[in-house]
């Protein structure tokens, strides 16, 4: 993974409205307590790493068996990590691993916030492809935050899930 991976990433999920947030791993939990603090409560799915929630500040809840009417709370938010990230198109790929959780958990609540480690950055769609940890898991692609547009082309977010996507990213091991 290069850096300039990293800068098309952000770019790229940066022009689909996605707040994209540059941090080292000493400063991940001050940010994600900021990014949440408005928050009424977070959804954790399994695995959630605890540096990651040590700041909180707010209820966290399990996304093991809540339900959509449940997650449809509102301010409600989820965290999570994801298997993969496609720096071409500013693509995040979640497979429902470790911190990744049930589909449903980033369907749903308002505000989804992403981790992303620079190694888990590829650089287009056939690097993602190959770079699958378990090509036959269900994959959930998302690209910023849920909008369509009406007829007139005026942007609605929010419609299909999630109104706000921050991704945190977090630079190459040294």
Same mark, same amino acid.
């Given at each position: 993974?290069?850096?300039?991976?990293?800068? #098309?990433?952000?770019?790229?999920?940066?022009?689909?409205?996605?707040?994209?947030?540059?941090?080292?791993?000493?400063? #991940?939990?001050?940010?994600?307590? @900021?990014?949440?603090?408005?928050?009424?409560?977070?959804?954790?799915?399994?695995?959630?790493?605890?540096?990651?929630?040590?700041?909180?500040?707010?209820?966290?809840?399990?996304?093991? @068996?809540?339900?959509?009417? *449940?997650?449809?709370?509102?301010?409600?938010?989820?965290? @999570?990590?994801?298997?993969?990230?496609?720096?071409?198109?500013?693509? #995040?790929?979640?497979?429902?691993?470790?911190? *990744?959780?049930?589909?449903?958990?980033?369907?749903?609540?308002? =505000?989804?916030?992403?981790?992303?480690?620079?190694? *888990?950055?590829?650089?287009?769609?056939?690097?993602?492809?190959?770079?699958?940890?378990?090509?036959?898991?269900?994959?959930?692609?998302?690209?910023?935050?849920?909008?369509?547009?009406?007829?007139?082309?005026?942007?609605?977010?929010?419609?299909?899930?999630?109104?706000?996507?921050?991704?945190?990213?977090?630079?190459? =091991?040294?």
């Amino acid at each position: 993974m290069t850096p300039e991976l990293s800068a #098309l990433f952000a770019a790229r999920a940066g022009d689909y409205r996605a707040g994209v947030h540059p941090c080292t791993p000493a400063e #991940l939990p001050d940010l994600l307590a @900021t990014l949440l603090a408005g928050a009424s409560g977070v959804v954790l799915p399994a695995g959630t790493p605890p540096e990651w929630t040590a700041r909180l500040g707010r209820p966290t809840l399990s996304g093991d @068996t809540l339900t959509a009417a *449940q997650l449809d709370a509102p301010g409600l938010a989820v965290l @999570t990590g994801c298997a993969l990230a496609v720096a071409e198109t500013g693509t #995040l790929v979640l497979d429902g691993g470790v911190a *990744q959780g049930r589909r449903l958990l980033t369907l749903v609540p308002d =505000h989804h916030v992403c981790v992303v480690r620079a190694a *888990q950055i590829v650089a287009d769609v056939p690097d993602l492809v190959i770079a699958l940890p378990d090509p036959t898991r269900p994959l959930t692609m998302i690209s910023g935050p849920s909008a369509t547009s009406d007829i007139e082309l005026n942007r609605v977010e929010g419609v299909h899930g999630p109104r706000r996507l921050d991704i945190v990213c977090l630079p190459p =091991h040294r």
